[in-house]
Structure formats: C-alpha cells, structure tokens
C-alpha cells in the first residue's frame, strides 16, 4: 500500500522560502504512471490546490501561485518538493502531497493522501 | 470566493438522505470531471467520487454523485454519525487553468 508522508520547517519566516518533501514509500513500481499534487488548507478555511507534477517533471501550478512557487521530483528517492517563496502570512496553512488517480492532471482525482505538515509563517 | 458555490452547512438527521450542491460554470463543471472529498476534522481528505459519479474502491455505496449542466451533487443516503465531516467538490477550470476546489460544506448528522 502507498503511503505519503510531508515533512519540512513548521516554522518559517516572513519573505523567507517555504520547503517542503513528501516522501512517497510502499509499492512504488508505479509511481511513474501517476501525477502528483500539492494541496493547502488554511486554518479555517478551504482546499487550495498549488500544482501537480509529473514523474517526467511536467508542472502545472495554480496560477495565482505560479510566480511563487516550484514542484520538482527526485525518482531516486521517490520523493516529491514544493518551495514556495517570498511566503507572507497568508501563506499559514496545512500542506499536503496527494496521487492522482490517473487520467490527466485535469481530471484531479486524487486518491491517497499524506496525513499534510502544518506550517506558519510568522517572525 | 470559490468559483465552485457550495452551500456552507446542511444538516440531517441519521438514516436519512442528504444532497450538496456544487455550482459552477461552463469552463468548469460544464466541461471538465468534478471530482468529491470527504474531510474529516484532523485527517486527510478522501476521494468520495471521482469523474462525476464513480465510487472509489472501499468507499460506502451509500454515497453518490451526479452532474446536470454546470452543477454537481453529492447525495449521501442512510446518515450516519460518522458522516459528519466537510464535504468539497473539484473541477478543473479551463480559463483560470487551474483545478478549483469549492469551499467546502459542512455536514451536521442531527
């Protein structure tokens, strides 16, 4: 069974890079067949969608992120990055990776989830 | 403001039948896969339903999905305690060229 698991920095400063990794681990002959994405929730708030990444390194980002942010893969490792840069308050929130099911990155079908890591950005 | 309009909160009473809309647009729901999460309070979402009206393995068939035109529903029958969590739909949005979450509804089991 796949699982995920997001880790990084809770705590991160104003104006300062956000980075994150999401380790994927449990049957991952696969991994290659599937797209990727990154999804946040601030507290009280909704889901967020931030982009979705192939293993071929193909990136697709939320536009109102876009500016700000990178996905990259490590196949290696099986590991998944988000950086998010310039981060301000407002970028509080709960990230998590999660599988798409398949299809294309359009169809956001995302069937496993990381549990998501917590981070604030605060002085 | 979502781009996809959900209801902020129903509530129901156990063992009956509830529906949550999603409205959205012709760039969206009108043309793309809408797909459901399930978000219960200190744990990840869950794929409910995915492209319109399919059941995920393992998910209870008490769950559903439909779509007519630009709108979307969720339909959970036989309510159960456990069902109280918040509920969002997703689409991709062909002029924002982006996926887009609803902002979520909250179901209450009475």
């Known amino acids: 069974q796949l699982h995920l698991r997001e880790s990084g920095p809770g705590l991160v400063k104003p104006s300062e890079t956000l980075s994150l990794t999401c380790t994927v681990s449990g049957d991952s002959s696969t991994n290659s067949n599937y797209y990727w994405g990154w999804i946040r929730q601030p507290p009280g708030q909704g889901l967020v969608w931030i982009g979705t990444i192939y293993y071929t390194g193909a990136t697709y980002y939320n536009p109102s992120l876009e500016s700000r942010v990178t996905l990259s893969v490590d196949t290696s490792k099986h590991q998944l990055s988000l950086k998010l840069n310039s981060v301000t308050a407002a970028d509080t929130a709960m990230y998590s990776c999660a599988r798409g099911r398949g299809g294309t990155y359009y169809d956001g079908a995302f069937d496993i989830w990381g549990q998501g890591t917590m981070v604030t950005v605060s002085s | 403001q979502s781009v996809l309009t959900q209801p902020p909160s129903v509530s129901e009473a156990p063992r009956q039948r509830v529906t949550i809309s999603c409205s959205g647009s012709?760039?969206?729901?009108?043309?793309?896969?809408v797909n459901w999460y399930q978000k219960l309070p200190g744990q990840a979402p869950t794929l409910l339903i995915y492209?319109?009206?399919l059941l995920p393995s393992g998910v209870s068939d008490r769950f559903s999905g439909s779509k007519s035109g630009n709108s979307a529903s969720l339909a959970i029958s036989g309510l159960q305690s456990e069902d109280e969590a918040d509920y969002y739909c997703a689409a991709w949005d062909d002029s924002l060229n982006g996926l887009v979450f609803g902002g979520g509804t909250k179901l209450t089991v009475l």
């Open positions: 012709s760039s969206n729901i009108g043309t793309n896969l």
């Open positions: 492209y319109d009206d």
